[in-house]
């Protein structure tokens, strides 16, 4: 009888645990559906430079700039996607962006390039993939080279955005102690927005985009 009852006991604990990170795992939810831009929209540019198919969203780097926009603002959540640039490509994933004014600067962008490009030689630290752009610079250069498929594993909580790229963490900022950019980056000090996808002018490939929003 004793054994019975500690089997059962544990038998319940482990269905709990089970259970528990069921529902923990059923709280991300994809961005993309796949197939087409259903709970996305265009902002400025034109909405014929962004297409999808066979799991894949594509930026054809045409149609005068502009970005792609979740139709659903986020506040404080975690956020995965995959990305692929060409030769020279140059994109961003924007945080808490509104659709007024420059996302990278009413918002906050998480910069993706091709760091390898000759014509990137001589940027700013904070412009290389995986930059908080303006803001704070990668901790490490862990992007691979153009034609291979990154992956992006971004949280925005609170004052914090956190970034790891390809399974290594760039940083953890704090908003807060970068007061002295919040005159010419305003989107620092929002606590809510829009995700989006730039079109800088080069084709780009994203896929497998999913979201968990924290409480």
């Not at 030769?87 to 906050?108: C, W």
Request: proline residues 4%.
């Amino acid at each position: 009888m004793h054994y019975s009852r500690t089997w059962t006991l544990a038998a319940l604990a482990a269905g709990l645990l089970m259970t528990t990170a069921a529902a923990q795992a059923d709280d991300w939810k994809p961005l993309f559906n796949g197939k087409d831009l259903t709970g996305w929209q265009n902002v400025g540019g034109k909405a014929e430079s962004w297409k999808a198919a066979d799991g894949i969203l594509s930026c054809t780097g045409t149609g005068g700039g502009g970005w792609l926009s979740t139709d659903k603002e986020y506040s404080n959540y975690e956020l995965e996607l995959e990305f692929r640039v060409p030769p020279g490509g140059n994109s961003g994933v924007f945080l808490r962006a509104p659709h007024s004014g420059d996302p990278a600067y009413t918002g906050m962008e998480i910069q993706v390039l091709d760091d390898e490009a000759k014509e990137y030689a001589t940027l700013q630290p904070y412009q290389y993939c995986g930059g908080l752009y303006g803001i704070q610079a990668p901790a490490k250069r862990v992007s691979k080279k153009a034609g291979e498929w990154q992956k992006y594993h971004i949280e925005a909580n609170g004052r914090h955005i956190k970034v790891t790229l390809n399974d290594t963490l760039l940083y953890d900022a704090d908003l807060d102690t970068y007061k002295a950019a919040e005159a010419s980056h305003p989107g620092i000090l929002r606590t809510g927005g829009y995700i989006g996808l730039q079109n800088h002018g080069s084709g780009l490939d994203y896929r497998n985009l999913r979201i968990k929003e924290l409480k």
